[in-house]
């Protein structure tokens, strides 16, 4: 039985990797090559795919999208943080209907208010640069929900009732009491606001025309030549573009899963 177990994980390992390994390979060939077939084994125009990537200001987009990623990550913590701890842990009027707007707002799709929100940071300045696609994970529904949730079941209240008798601050409670809590949560929240950020796509393309503020999916789809599309330099920037992905999330696998699962099973 043990050894089934394992039989399984690998096959359903190889299936998952798979179309990683294939991506990896048809990075190392020439971009007509790649009508002729899936291929298999690599071969041997890589450096040649690098350069070509390298050539298109690689290095400056992927410092952009480093740049939205992690300020978006700060902003989502830092608003979500702080909506999910007044809401999970204080007593005000309006709490329900506050909680309701954010279940509500979570429901709308974000292309709804695309065109508003793009006539606001032009009205603000901020257009055609990286501030419309950081500042909107200043307001992330998702976010505000989860650490809701996430502190209503990970915080005692009575461990927040004992940090007041003895003085601390409402400041103080939350940096030297919550914050160490719900690290799970946070590492969550982070890893996944990352991924969003990095991965997309819809925002930077109607926001950012010039090519010199471009994050990666965009640069991506815009790589190659004059009357020519190459797809192969794309296969190759594609997969130096999930190399941080996979490193995060190999770094914090366990806490994920631990962030994802908490407050599941009570007591």
Known sequence: ??????????????????????MLVMGTHYNE????????????????????????????????????????????????????????????RGRRALQWFVVVTMMVPTQVGLIGY????????FGNTLWPVILTWAAFPFGAFFMIQFMRDS???????CARIDGCSEPGILLRVVLPIIKPGLA??????????????LLPLVTINNSHWYTLPVFISNL???????????????????VPLLILFLLGSRTFMKGMTAGAVKG
């Open 1 to 22: 039985m043990r050894a089934l177990k394992w039989i399984c994980l690998i096959v359903l390992s190889v299936l998952s990797l798979f179309p990683f390994y294939i």
């Open 33 to 92: 090559d790649l009508f002729k077939g899936i291929p298999l084994l690599p071969g041997s125009y890589a450096a040649e795919n690098l350069k070509t990537v390298f050539e298109s200001n690689f290095a400056r987009v992927y410092g952009n999208s480093l740049l939205v990623s992690v300020g978006g990550v700060v902003l989502a913590l830092l608003t979500s943080t702080m909506i999910g701890y007044a809401v999970a842990k204080f007593d005000f």
């Open 118 to 125: 793009i006539i606001e940071m032009r009205q603000l300045g």
């Open 155 to 161: 915080v005692p209240n009575d461990l927040l009732e």
């Open 188 to 201: 969550t929240l982070s890893t996944l606001v990352f991924i969003w950020s990095w991965n997309n796509y």
């Open 224 to 242: 190659g030549i004059v009357h020519r599309t190459d797809y192969a330099a794309r296969m190759a920037a594609l997969a130096m573009t999930t």
